[in-house]
């Protein structure tokens, strides 16, 4: 547990380099936030500041001859480096929200005489509302799971929510509070049993943890790419659809970029083959540039690498923190068997809101709380050193030990 220790295993660490291609204003700031908001690569801030000056700048309106297959070209580099899905099946585009309820409403259509979505009662609240609003819009219902707070949705779970009247079941890979990483494989064959088409939600997993999407006969997947992507705040997400199914859906936003042929502007609508049909509108390049530089920088460390660091961090940090967090009233509340997780820890503690501002302010670590009584803790393989972790929890037990989070005033905060 001492220092020394974190510096060996930092010497031993194949990926170490890595935590100096991103920008670091303050050398001694641990961000421990990445699956919120990853840091900014070196590379990136330099392709889009030439982006913007040179293609922008100089090139103008004829930029668009090599920026406008962009979505495409970026999704077969996101889908064959990090996704485990062959070309033609990713685009880069929109966000999750919209991307989900593109994906949601096509799978609907496909499905006639099923009329409900399945998911999980604890999912990140923009699933459970866009599903809750395609289902309204076709007069179907959405059907919840009933998960555990910590280990997530299983087979079981699922299996009681299952019959011949569901669609569609979306869930989430990781995760988004304890981290627990759901068995994509087993619950797309029992979804599949049933019936019925998958989702994944890859928020949490895209560029964390291996998803194989081809190899594990997913049919439709979303993701954003601001957080393990590293592609910088409000960039575009992504979503996949499976080759075996794209020509029989068709978007709900029937859009010019997912037309036939775009600029053949007289034409009714017809849509692209291929999962093209899913763009809707004008993407943003900048955006594309963040993303396709964060996926070559991932790509180049290559996911089972990234995933090893990602276990050994997270089993680090849950190893200190039993040690030093636990006597402070501190719990863990993601699965404790490494495997299980995704690449972020919780720990639930009485007072998380008051701990995770004054962590920030005067500690100079930032976590992330979601209330009312979690910390989330993300140490990063391509941006986090071991040391970092053992530096970032010693600093949350002096903090808590010290007892100077209890005059932490948080009532203005809008965002956590
Ligand atoms: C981060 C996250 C989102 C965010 O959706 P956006 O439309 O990109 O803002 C959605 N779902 C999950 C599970 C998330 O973790």
Redesign the pocket.
């Known amino acids: 547990m001492n220092r020394d220790d974190a510096l060996a295993r930092d010497a031993q660490d194949p990926l170490a380099a890595l935590r100096d291609q991103v920008v670091r204003h303050d050398p001694d700031l641990i961000y421990l936030d990445g699956n919120?908001l990853g840091m900014l690569p070196v590379a990136t801030r330099d392709r889009l500041a030439h982006a913007i000056d040179q293609e922008w700048g100089g090139e103008l309106i004829r930029g668009w001859q090599h920026w406008f297959d962009l979505p495409i070209g970026v999704g077969d580099r996101l889908g064959s480096s990090l996704l485990g899905a062959a070309e033609g099946q990713v685009v880069v585009c929109d966000?999750?929200?919209?991307?989900?309820f593109k994906l949601a409403w096509a799978a609907m259509a496909a499905r006639p005489g099923r009329s409900v979505i399945v998911t999980d009662a604890r999912?990140?609240p923009?699933?459970r509302y866009v599903l809750e609003g395609v289902a309204d819009h076709r007069g179907g219902s959405v059907r919840f799971v009933d998960t555990d707070p910590v280990h997530g949705v299983d087979a079981a779970a699922l299996a009681a929510v299952l019959d011949d009247d569901v669609a569609l079941v979306e869930l989430?890979h990781v995760d988004?509070r304890s981290g627990a990483l759901a068995d994509l494989a087993a619950l797309t064959k029992q979804v599949h049993d049933g019936g019925a088409l998958v989702l994944w939600?890859l928020?949490?997993s895209a560029g964390a943890v291996a998803v194989d999407l081809d190899a594990n006969d997913v049919d439709l997947a979303v993701g954003?790419t601001?957080?393990y992507l590293n592609a910088g705040p409000g960039a575009p997400?992504f979503l996949y659809v499976s080759r075996r199914l794209v020509d029989g859906l068709e978007s709900p936003i029937r859009g010019w970029w997912g037309q036939q042929d775009p600029f053949d502007m007289d034409q009714p609508y017809r849509p692209a083959r291929g999962v093209a049909r899913f763009l809707s509108g004008s993407q943003s390049v900048p955006g594309m540039y963040a993303v396709d530089s964060g996926v070559d920088l991932l790509g180049r460390a290559g996911l089972p690498a990234l995933r090893a660091k990602s276990l050994a961090l997270t089993t680090y940090l849950v190893d200190l923190a039993d040690e030093w967090l636990s006597p402070l009233g501190f719990e863990l509340r993601s699965p404790r068997d490494p495997a299980r997780r995704g690449g972020h820890v919780v720990l639930g503690h009485p007072d998380a809101y008051r701990i995770g501002a004054a962590a920030v302010r005067e500690a100079l670590v930032v976590p992330d709380v979601r209330p009312p009584d979690l910390i989330r803790l993300a140490p990063v393989a391509l941006t986090t050193s071991f040391t970092d972790v053992h530096d970032g929890v010693a600093r949350l037990r002096d903090l808590v030990a010290g007892g100077s989070h209890e005059t932490i005033d948080v009532s203005s905060r809008r965002v956590t």
């Open positions: 919120s966000t999750i929200t919209v991307n989900l999912n990140f923009t699933d989430s988004y939600d928020a949490h954003c601001y957080k997400g």
